[in-house]
């Protein structure tokens, strides 16, 4: 018999018997606890806001108070959409956009963060090449954290979670917003 032929008998032989996998514990919050509230604070914390608009607030007029000076807007929806962005639009048609105007999937009250699929994101830069992001959320579609926003995730297709503006550092501590996307984050809840 070989060394190797020994080496693989031996392993097989020693082999450690199977074990279960941990149960997964529950981490719901208990009730009564304010998602939205966490959600806004979890928001304001890593950068960004969360405006919750009354049922009568005028879209397009909160967005004209809430960014005056961005006249290239991308939106989805037709009402809000100032230019015209698609799947095929140029790098240079897209480095363009001030603000887009995307809707969210569900939020996190955890981390402040929103799940976008992609059929809301136009083209899948624009979240990240605006200047500006507004993310309109429902609030009733936010979560109490991460491990049920993965069950809402779909098995397929391509998302992401958004969590306040961009931000870099480098080791002298030197914080840099906007590096690698939008240098603003606005969630407006519905």
Same mark, same amino acid.
């Given at each position: 018999?070989?060394?190797?032929?020994?080496? !693989?008998?031996?392993?097989? *032989?020693?082999?450690?018997?199977?074990?279960?996998?941990?149960?997964?514990?529950?981490?719901?919050?208990?009730?009564?606890?304010?998602?939205?509230?966490?959600?806004?604070?979890?928001?304001?914390?890593?950068?960004?806001?969360?405006?919750?608009?009354?049922?009568?607030?005028? !879209?397009? =007029?909160?967005?004209?108070?809430?960014?005056?000076?961005?006249? *290239?807007?991308?939106?989805?929806?037709?009402?809000?959409?100032?230019?015209?962005?698609?799947? @095929?639009?140029?790098?240079?048609? !897209? @480095? *363009?956009?001030?603000?887009?105007?995307? *809707?969210?999937?569900?939020?996190?009250?955890?981390?402040?963060?929103?799940?976008?699929? =992609? =059929?809301?994101?136009? %083209? @899948?830069?624009?979240?990240?090449?605006?200047? %500006?992001?507004? !993310?309109?959320?429902?609030?009733?579609?936010?979560?109490?954290?991460? %491990?049920?926003?993965?069950?809402?995730?779909?098995?397929?297709?391509?998302?992401?979670?958004?969590?306040?503006?961009?931000?870099?550092?480098?080791?002298?501590?030197?914080?840099?917003?906007?590096? %690698?996307?939008?240098?603003?984050?606005?969630?407006?809840?519905?």
């Amino acid at each position: 018999m070989s060394s190797r032929d020994l080496i !693989l008998q031996r392993i097989k *032989r020693n082999r450690p018997s199977d074990a279960r996998l941990p149960t997964v514990p529950d981490f719901s919050w208990p009730p009564g606890i304010d998602l939205v509230e966490k959600f806004k604070i979890a928001l304001e914390r890593v950068g960004g806001r969360a405006i919750a608009l009354s049922p009568q607030a005028d !879209l397009k =007029e909160q967005i004209s108070i809430l960014y005056p000076g961005c006249q *290239r807007i991308a939106s989805r929806n037709a009402l809000l959409s100032r230019i015209e962005i698609s799947d @095929r639009s140029s790098t240079d048609e !897209l @480095r *363009r956009i001030e603000l887009a105007v995307l *809707r969210g999937r569900f939020g996190v009250a955890e981390n402040g963060a929103v799940w976008v699929p =992609e =059929e809301e994101m136009i %083209h @899948r830069a624009v979240p990240f090449i605006a200047e %500006h992001l507004i !993310l309109l959320l429902s609030r009733g579609a936010i979560v109490e954290n991460m %491990h049920q926003a993965y069950k809402l995730v779909p098995p397929s297709g391509y998302g992401v979670f958004i969590a306040g503006p961009s931000k870099t550092a480098d080791i002298e501590q030197s914080l840099v917003i906007g590096a %690698h996307g939008p240098r603003s984050l606005t969630v407006l809840l519905e």
